[in-house]
């Protein structure tokens, strides 16, 4: 479809809260297919250009084992950002919204600290920390066109994230040695010993447009809109076990 093919067209988004007519609400520019091209496939397929940039700094440290401990840490700041046009000629696809932002799997902050311990009485401690920056949850907005049912990224891509995740595991072990080829192990590990219930995946991107608070506390449990998460990180799990070895 040409470029000339098409005609701006003001719509009304209603903002990240799902609801018309409140504060956030702002008009949004969308793109309708002219008459005269309607139900026509007139367009050239060919590899479109395209630029996808990273940028990343690592800082790390370790401190090899000595006087009974041993750490390794690290943070890494990245960017990932770039444009992403399946079709030039759609000028849908080419609101800046669409066409340029952070990537897909743009994670600007990764943080991780492992360590251990070897305390008295012959006990392991263990630990794992992990701190990582959601990745991005594109708000998007829906309208229908004379092209049918078209849908744009409504903010530039990387505004909104799933929740920041911050995991910290622990393990505590000690081994019972029966002889010298065998043992028993007794250990305790804790996951998620912070409890974190960070949004990581099933996040709702469609921006809803619900007439009234009453209405959107209705269709909450049913419906999906933006920022409704539908899956959480997994609850504090704490596990008792026991090894032999032979």
Do not use: C
């Amino acid at each position: 479809m040409p470029v000339n093919g098409y005609s701006a067209r003001t719509l009304n988004d209603p903002g990240p809260d799902n609801l018309v007519n409140t504060q956030d609400d702002r008009p949004i520019t969308m793109f309708d297919v002219l008459p005269q091209f309607r139900g026509q496939n007139i367009s050239f397929h060919a590899n479109s250009p395209g630029t996808q940039r990273y940028k990343g700094l690592e800082l790390s440290v370790t401190k090899r084992m000595s006087n009974r401990w041993q750490l390794m840490g690290s943070y890494v700041w990245s960017r990932l950002d770039g444009d992403l046009v399946v079709d030039p000629n759609n000028p849908n696809q080419m609101i800046p919204t669409n066409a340029v932002g952070r990537g897909a799997n743009d994670q600007p902050h990764a943080f991780k600290l492992i360590g251990s311990y070897q305390a008295p009485l012959g006990v392991n401690v263990g630990v794992n920390y992990q701190a990582l920056s959601g990745l991005p949850t594109d708000r998007t907005f829906r309208a229908t066109l004379t092209q049918g049912a078209t849908t744009v990224r409504a903010e530039p891509r990387g505004t909104y994230r799933a929740d920041f995740l911050s995991m910290l595991s622990l393990k505590v072990d000690k081994t019972f040695h029966l002889h010298k080829h065998a043992g028993i192990s007794g250990f305790l590990e804790v996951h998620n010993l912070l409890n974190s219930n960070a949004a990581q995946n099933n996040i709702g991107l469609l921006t809803q447009a619900f007439t009234s608070q009453a209405a959107f506390d209705a269709a909450r449990a049913t419906t999906s809109y933006f920022g409704r998460a539908q899956e959480i990180l997994a609850p504090r799990i704490l596990k008792l076990g026991v090894r032999y070895a032979f």
